[in-house]
């Protein structure tokens, strides 16, 4: 039985990761009578198994099992979808006699590898809990269960006028737990800051299924250790995230966005910089495109491009935009920012686009957000989403390109694109090699390359995505040996058996 | 309207301020109106007849002489103009009413736009407007204004092009179940519709520009025309809500359902 489960994990795992595993604490597969005990807890529709005597195929539970850039796979036999935090916490207790490992998952929009098993740990679906516990019109303060969708958030508070704090390429599917558990930063950081600041609580079941109940809605609570703060980020190594409370902003009253067409990388920080000092706090969005990922945008019809001839010699693109409170001020902020990019002795862009209705506002926001999705369309994605001073954004990119074709990888069989775009307000660069399909000679050319580029900048290899499975790994690359050692004692504190989403961020 | 001597084309194109597209449409509390205490841009199918006429423009070069725009609507309809010029035009005609007054009706619009057209100098030899603006949907201005001009008309438009030297415009337009090809003489109003092409991002350097174009500001009393409505609206309201579907457990339940609802089965 033990070798059977042996041999099944080893076609399971990637050989590289495997001989990591020899630290890792004693798991247990989820077997048919662990599936009877589920059906005690969670009515028959929320189990969905393979085991017997389920006639379940493994291409049913596919969606669970894979993660969204095809890059992981998980081969769970198991995925629970309870829908409250009891049910939660009974599945917890029981996994935690019985040492199961688990997998806490969202709307699995994750980019590392968090959110699917490494071998067959069983999947705790969240998306069954979805409703919207309360709402304070007046504080903003928003309290959900984990499961609630981004998007259907932001439609529940539209009506009071409030949004959410953050916003992101996968609102459509992403869900506010799985936000919280990797501390996503997305386009609105820049403005309201990080979910370190917006979070007010957090319910969360641990390991073992007992309740931590921090679902506060008070702004100002300096009693003791924040706790909720460990959970923000540990992408469900701590713990599983059931109920969010969140601060949410007045909507902005008046919002318009501008792309710019920029002459040469160099004029990103000057535009960057002119564009803080006219706009100051009605600034909230500041986004770098490289001419290749914007390029690629286009090419998948994500959102209208700007005039050919206009952008003909434009090495790259910024989006800004701006939220305010009255639109003639706004205005008038922004045209005079406008008039003085455009009118200087030696123009810092060469042209740009300023939305005339929300249906090109949106339509502006597609021609960023949709690059995510384009890479995929366009092959398979290494994404590296690393922080580095912004001056080395074009660097690090061209770097990369260069270092590939060294390597000789770069054509369309191998890697067919190197790509940057990124959050050039919170110092954020996403570099993007699209590949035609997943290799170890790719792999092996990028790693430890790009770490390594990365810490000598002394930036961080994981900006706002997190480590998953991907990076655990390399966490030595932007953290200090006593940094983390911390981090194993604590979770060794909260997950003494090793349970909870093992073998991401820190390594078995 | 009559042909310019040296059959140099006058273009003009209507546009209407509306609530913009994606806006969720709420009726007021007093049933009288929607809320349009919202976004507001250019209707759609003007922005159309915008688009189209700079794009004769860049084919016809210097056969096209003016591009003219004009609205009719409360002070913030000069945003629009402004964004058309932006877009292409030359010039703004704003016909401007009070934000109390209530919305101007196809007829009195086809009045105004009449009345501008004869004061053109050097005439109006094409008139591209959208088939009809989202906010009513009434889809009428277009073909009363081309009957009290006595001009031609070409409705729906999914294509324009326009032969100078025969003065006249080859028109594709949109019918049930298909295309017609129209050959319409000059002067002619044409009516957009949403295939004739997709329109430009208004450019930094041409929202510099537009702001230093000129704007002739207008009222309808000026032009001698009556904008009293001659409709009256009783009531506005949402339509009924949907009710959602329950479910059945088999056919036995679902049949009953539908004899409760009234369906009976057919006699054979
Ligand atoms: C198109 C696209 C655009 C994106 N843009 C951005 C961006 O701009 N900024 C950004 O930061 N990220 C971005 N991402 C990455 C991703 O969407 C975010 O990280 C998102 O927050 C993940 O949410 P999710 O619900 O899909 O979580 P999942 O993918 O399901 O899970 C992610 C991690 O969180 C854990 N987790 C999920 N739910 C819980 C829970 N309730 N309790 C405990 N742990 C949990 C999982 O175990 C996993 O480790 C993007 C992804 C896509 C596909």
Redesign the pocket.
Same mark, same amino acid.
């Given at each position: 039985m033990l070798s059977t489960r042996l041999a099944s994990r080893r076609l399971a795992v990637p050989a590289r990761r495997w001989k990591h595993t020899s630290s890792r604490p004693p798991l247990n597969s989820v077997t048919a009578d662990d599936v009877a005990h589920f059906a005690k807890i969670l009515p028959q529709n929320a189990i969905l198994s393979t085991l017997p005597p389920s006639d379940l195929h493994a291409s049913d539970i596919d969606q669970y099992n894979n993660d969204?850039m095809g890059k992981y796979h998980g081969n769970s036999t198991t995925v629970l979808r309870p829908q409250n935090t009891k049910q939660v916490s009974d599945i917890m207790k029981w996994c935690h006699e019985r040492r199961i490992g688990v997998?806490?998952?969202?709307? &699995? !929009? /994750?980019?590392v590898g /968090?959110?699917v098993p490494i071998l067959d740990e069983l999947i705790i679906n969240?998306g069954n809990m979805s409703k919207v516990r309360s709402f304070d019109p007046v504080s903003g303060a928003l309290v959900a269960d984990?499961g609630c969708i981004l998007e259907s958030l932001s439609e529940h508070i539209a009506p009071h006028n409030h949004i959410m704090p953050l916003d992101? /390429?996968?609102k459509g599917?992403?869900?506010i737990?799985? &936000?919280v558990? !990797?501390n996503?930063?997305?386009?609105r950081l820049l403005r309201y800051g990080s979910l370190h600041g917006t979070v007010l609580g957090l319910e969360v079941v641990l390991p073992d299924g007992t309740v931590l109940d921090n679902l506060t809605t008070i702004r100002k609570d300096n009693t003791g250790y924040d706790l909720k703060q460990l959970f923000i980020g540990a992408?469900?190594t701590l713990?599983?995230? !059931?109920g969010v409370s969140i601060l949410t902003p007045p909507a902005p009253q008046a919002s318009t966005n501008v792309i710019l067409a920029l002459p040469r990388f160099e004029n990103v920080l000057p535009v960057f910089k002119t564009a803080r000092l006219h706009l100051s706090e009605i600034l909230s969005a500041f986004e770098f495109i490289d001419r290749e990922a914007y390029d690629l945008a286009v090419k998948h019809g994500q959102g209208k491009a700007l005039n050919e001839q206009d952008v003909e010699g434009a090495e790259c693109f910024v989006l800004l935009e701006t939220s305010g409170g009255k639109k003639e001020h706004d205005e008038e902020k922004l045209t005079g920012l406008l008039e003085t990019l455009l009118e200087a002795d030696e123009p810092l862009i060469l042209t740009g686009v300023l939305s005339q209705s929300p249906t090109q506002f949106a339509s502006m926001w597609r021609l960023r957000e949709g690059i !995510?999705?384009s890479v995929s369309k366009e092959g398979k994605a290494y994404k590296y989403d690393i922080s580095i001073p912004l001056a080395a954004f074009k660097e690090v990119v061209d770097l990369t390109r260069e270092h590939l074709r060294k390597q000789g990888l770069l054509h369309e069989e191998a890697v067919k694109q190197v790509i940057g775009y990124g959050h050039v307000g919170d110092g954020n660069l996403h570099l993007n090699v699209i590949a035609a399909a997943y290799t170890s000679e790719i792999q092996a050319a990028l790693e430890p390359f790009v770490y390594e580029l990365v810490a000598s900048y002394n930036g961080s290899i994981s900006a706002?995505?997190?480590l998953?499975a991907m990076k655990a790994h390399a966490i030595h690359y932007s953290k200090t040996g006593v940094a983390v050692d911390m981090m194993k004692k604590i979770k060794e504190l909260f997950d003494p058996r090793g349970i909870m &989403?093992p073998g991401?961020v820190l390594e078995f | 309207m009559r042909p310019t001597a040296a059959r140099l084309l006058n273009i003009l194109v209507p546009v209407k301020r509306c609530v913009d597209y994606a806006v969720k449409i709420r009726v007021n509390p007093q049933q009288t109106g929607i809320d349009t205490n919202v976004k507001h841009s250019m209707n759609p199918f003007d922005e159309i007849a915008v688009e189209e006429a700079v794009r004769l423009r860049e084919r016809l070069k210097d056969a096209v002489k003016s591009i003219k725009v004009v609205t009719i609507g409360p002070p913030k309809s000069a945003e629009t103009l402004r964004t058309a010029l932006a877009m292409g035009a030359d010039s703004g005609i704003h016909v401007e009413i009070p934000d109390s007054a209530p919305s101007p009706e196809p007829l009195g619009v086809a009045r105004v736009l009449e009345a501008i057209v004869k004061r053109q100098e050097g005439g109006v030899d094409l008139i591209i407007m959208g088939k009809q603006a989202i906010d009513d949907d009434l889809g009428q201005t277009g073909q009363m204004l081309a009957a009290i001009l006595g001009a031609s008309q070409a409705t729906c438009a999914s294509k324009l092009e326009v032969d100078v030297e025969k003065y006249v415009a080859n028109v594709r337009t949109e019918i049930d179940g298909g295309a017609e090809e129209l050959v319409c003489k000059l002067p002619a109003v044409i009516t957009t519709d949403l295939r004739l092409n997709e329109p430009r991002y208004a450019s930094l350097p041409n929202i510099m520009k537009a702001k230093k174009k000129p704007i002739e500001k207008l009222s309808a009393s000026e032009l001698g025309v009556d904008l009293t409505p001659v409709l009256e609206t009783i009531k506005v309201t949402e339509p009924p809500k949907r009710v959602g579907g329950g479910k059945v457990e088999n056919v036995d339940q679902l049949v009953a359902k539908l004899k409760e609802a009234g369906f009976t089965a057919l006699s054979t």
């Open positions: 969204w997998v806490p998952q969202g709307g &699995n !929009t /994750g980019l /968090g959110s969240l984990a992101l /390429g996968a599917s992403c869900q737990g799985g &936000n558990a !990797t996503a930063g997305g386009l992408e469900g713990g599983i995230i !059931t !995510t999705e706002e995505h997190g998953g &989403n991401k | -």
